[in-house]
């Protein structure tokens, strides 16, 4: 049967209907690649722009180029906040897993200001002086130690030699408190107490066992029940290898031969005197605590961030832990850590409210603290 004009006439317009369609499709298809094509245009060209660098940014990534540093984690605080917090590089090198705010690096000699606190502490509930000869607090003391005093491993103005480089101190002896004491009882006094300032790592380990003694438990329940805890310091502990370290960073030393090299092994038995390991967040907790008297009164740490005054009158910017040495003409409170395969700086700048916490996984010495002072002046309030 033919078709009539009616039927012809509804055929061409749904054929006209469809074209229209496919017409309006195909233009929204091209329409939309158009976009999209110049989207990815503008892309490449922003790409191809200097990108400004950012001033941290680039402290820190020069300094771990040219020194080799395998990772950095920082914090800065100003005015009571976390301003900023940055991770850079690795925290495993074999696994390349990346360092994170929560990467956990040893702290070494910041370790030092946590011993310090503890000794206030017992001092603040009356159980003993800083004035004390420490005899009266470490039954096996040898005579030689009688005119010593707690301010005095304190103030590294001891006279004891430290036993940094010296033999018979490695973890893997783990000498008990007798034996310490004894060890180094036997060297005989480097200056009269008082006389001079010199480092003293003994005298902090010294002051270890005191604290176990006096407060009649291990030092690092003691630290962690009376300031870790309260704090909420959670990401905090004793360094020791054997111990199972959530997020630990592994420790890196420069080789002879210019590559990176694993840490040494065969470590020494720091104690109290740098064998805390720590996060940014956790020292950006400690930083807050020392702003309230939370744990030390004001007296304390007046007391705590006085300078030492030696036997001439001769007065030395150091005192309880804490370097007292202005950066630029700016007040500083702070200190820095090295234990083999890292390196930190935990450094207070009061009159500007600020402090800048930086953590690495290098050996180099003053690594991290370079870093800190270079970031420092970024944000001393007159400059801002």
């Given amino acids: 049967m ?5 039927r012809r006439l509804q055929r061409t317009t749904r054929r006209s209907s469809i074209a229209i369609r496919r017409g309006m499709l195909y233009f929204i298809a091209m329409h939309r690649l158009v976009r999209f094509l110049a989207s990815v245009a503008a892309a490449g060209d922003l790409a191809a722009q200097p990108v400004r660098a ?3 940014d680039k402290i820190v990534e020069a300094q771990m180029a040219e020194h080799h540093v395998p990772g950095v984690a920082l914090t800065i605080i100003q005015d009571g906040r976390r301003i900023r917090t940055s991770a850079y590089g690795f925290a495993n090198l074999e696994w390349k897993v990346r360092v994170t705010p929560d990467t956990v690096f040893e702290i070494g000699s910041i370790t030092k200001q946590f011993t310090a606190a503890c000794i206030l502490l017992l001092e603040q509930e009356g159980r003993l002086s800083v004035d004390d000869p420490v005899g009266k607090y470490l039954p096996d003391a040898p005579s030689s130690w009688s005119r010593i005093t707690l301010r005095h491993l304190l103030n590294h103005t ?3 030699r430290s036993y940094t480089g010296q033999e018979g101190f490695e973890l893997a002896r783990h000498l008990t408190q007798a034996q310490f004491v004894q060890k180094a009882g036997a060297w005989p006094l480097e200056f009269e107490p008082g006389a001079k300032y010199a480092y003293c790592n003994t005298g902090f380990n010294l002051l270890g066992y005191i604290i176990e003694n006096v407060g009649g438990t291990n030092y690092w329940a003691f ?3 009376r300031i870790l805890v309260p704090a909420g310091m959670k990401d905090t502990a004793d360094r020791n290898p054997k111990n199972l370290i ?3 960073a592994s420790g890196y030393e420069l080789g002879g031969d210019g590559r990176m090299v694993n840490r040494d092994s065969d470590i020494t038995d720091v104690f109290s005197a740098g064998a805390m390991a720590s996060t940014i967040g956790d020292l950006a907790v400690w930083n807050g605590v020392l702003d309230t008297d939370k744990v030390l009164s004001n007296a304390s740490k007046k007391k705590m961030w006085s300078p030492t005054v030696l036997n001439d009158g001769t007065v030395h910017a150091y005192s309880f832990a804490w ?6 003409g700016h007040q500083r409170v702070g200190h820095t850590g090295e234990t083999s395969g890292f390196n930190a700086s935990f450094e207070r700048f009061p009159d500007d409210r600020l402090c800048i916490i930086v953590l690495s996984n290098s050996g180099e010495s003053e690594r991290a603290d370079t870093i800190a002072r270079a970031i420092a002046p970024l944000y001393f309030k007159s400059r801002l």
């Fill in 2 to 6: 033919q078709d009539g004009p009616g």
């Fill in 54 to 56: 950012d001033p941290v």
């Fill in 158 to 160: 001891s006279g004891i």
């Fill in 223 to 225: 630290l962690s029940s």
């Fill in 246 to 248: 959530p997020r630990r």
């Fill in 323 to 328: 370097w007292l040495d202005p950066v630029e």
